[in-house]
């Protein structure tokens, strides 16, 4: 059976702060709050728009009752224009193109909701590269559930390896019973060390080298 390799998004294949950040203060400005940094918001990102949003909220005291549409707002925004200041990070198209030249399947499992993340995946040229795309509304769980993971890699093939940045993914991978490869410039707030993997790296580049230690 085929190899297979998933990728988590946000923080790992595509630096989507700014975007986030500029509807995430739309939402603000909205409720006449202060607006957050851009490193508010890295802090924000792991689990989910309107976990975001919650986080944002909760930080300036808005009442809960305003917490839905203050999502629905959030997903206005973020909608409108999910990739305008949204880049991939160095290196990520040739790794991907690489992996499939190799005969990898490649999945993306993200807890992005799927709307915004076919549009990014779709606007950066990058949806060609898998084979499965789950997001985080895709199934009633969320990362780090490992349902997600297991969804992706069911429907691609022999489960190699999960790359991430986070916390998050950290979690997942472990969960899941899938070594984890660690982008260490993404929005991680732990220090490497402290977060299980198998393999971490801070230029795409470094990746597909490090495979050797998989048995690859």
């Known amino acids: 059976m085929t190899q297979a390799i998933v990728f988590d998004l946000d923080g790992t294949l595509i630096d989507s702060a700014p975007d986030l950040h500029v509807a995430l203060n739309l939402v603000l400005q909205d409720e006449a709050a202060l607006p957050a940094t851009l490193a508010e918001t890295i802090a924000c990102i792991g689990h989910g ?5 919650r986080l944002a909220r909760e930080a300036r005291r808005i009442p809960p009752e305003r917490q839905a549409a203050m999502t629905e707002g959030m997903f206005r925004h973020y909608l409108a224009s999910p990739s305008a200041l949204t880049r991939p990070y160095p290196g990520v198209v040739e790794t991907l193109s690489a992996l499939q030249d190799q005969g990898f399947a490649l999945g993306l499992c993200t807890n992005k909701a799927l709307a915004p993340t076919e549009q990014i995946l779709d606007a950066l ?9 789950i997001g985080g509304d895709s199934l009633p769980q969320k990362k780090p559930d490992p349902a997600p993971l297991h969804a992706t890699f069911a429907a691609l093939g022999t489960p190699l390896l999960y790359v991430g940045d986070s916390e998050v993914d950290a979690e997942t991978a472990v969960a899941a019973g899938v070594d984890f490869a660690l982008y260490t410039q993404g929005y991680r707030k732990t220090p490497v060390e402290a977060l299980a993997h198998r393999i971490a790296f801070d230029d795409f580049a470094a990746l ?3 495979l050797s230690t998989l048995g690859v």
Not at 49 to 53: F, R
């Open 49 to 53: 728009i309107p976990n975001l949003v």
């Open 125 to 133: 040229n990058l949806r060609h590269f898998f084979g499965v795309v």
């Open 208 to 210: 597909l080298p490090q």
